[in-house]
């Protein structure tokens, strides 16, 4: 089976900052990968598929990129609506989470 | 926009039976293209993928819950259902019914019901 692993966990930041959380693969994936972004209390919502493409109505502060065995998942200026936990997915696969808290 | 909402008890004892239902409005769970999911996430805890069911019936299941879980389908009742037995606290969990497209992408998601099983 393909294992997922985010890092960091944990990421402390704060509203305006470049914020970066990686997902690796323990097998090249290609760009079968998806990102979602957890509020609490609330189901996942798909941010990003296929690496890259943004869903619909995400904002463009959001991107994806990577391919293979390593991806990211960049916040180019943090809000203060982003603060969640957010989730790598391949297959059927999720990774442990990154929680961007301040 | 297609809808998916869970229901069931929400309390259930030990070495019973855990049963859930996903019903889909806005949409035909007949509509191929889709893999109906069920997904759980331990208090404080990431997402675990339980299986899914194709609106033929056939399924796929996490391979550590496959020897006591069941999904199914009822396309006339545009439902799908869960049953998970033999339960024990380790099954105390939100879970979720999702739509899963292909390549495997979970686009639509139900709110989630919190199950905790009870001794």
């Known amino acids: 089976d393909i294992q997922m692993t985010q890092s960091p966990s944990t990421l402390s930041a704060s509203v305006g900052d470049r914020v970066t959380i990686t997902c690796r693969a323990s097998q090249n994936i290609n760009t079968w990968l998806a990102w979602y972004q957890q509020k609490p209390g609330k189901a996942p919502k798909l941010l990003i598929s296929r690496s890259s493409t943004s869903e619909g109505g995400v904002p463009s502060r959001f991107s994806g990129s990577g391919s293979g065995t390593e991806f990211t998942l960049t916040i180019s200026s943090l809000q203060p609506d982003d603060f969640a936990t957010y989730y790598c997915q391949h297959g059927w696969t999720f990774g442990q989470g990154t929680k961007v808290e301040i | 926009q297609v809808h998916l909402q869970e229901s069931g008890p929400g309390l259930v004892r030990s070495s019973q039976t855990l049963s859930l239902t996903c019903t889909v409005s806005d949409g035909s769970i007949g509509t191929g293209g889709y893999y109906w999911s069920w997904i759980r996430q331990h ?3 990431g997402l675990e993928w339980i299986g899914y ?11 550590s819950l496959k020897s006591r879980l069941s999904i199914s389908v009822d396309t006339s009742k545009n439902q799908f259902s869960l049953n998970l037995t033999s339960v024990t606290a380790a099954d105390t969990a939100l879970y979720y019914c999702a739509r899963a497209q292909t390549p495997v992408v979970f686009d639509i998601w139900g709110q989630g019901t919190m199950v905790t099983v009870s001794s």
């Open chain 2, 43 to 45: 208090p404080g805890q």
């Open chain 2, 53 to 63: 069911i194709y609106y033929t019936g056939s399924t796929y299941y996490n391979a």
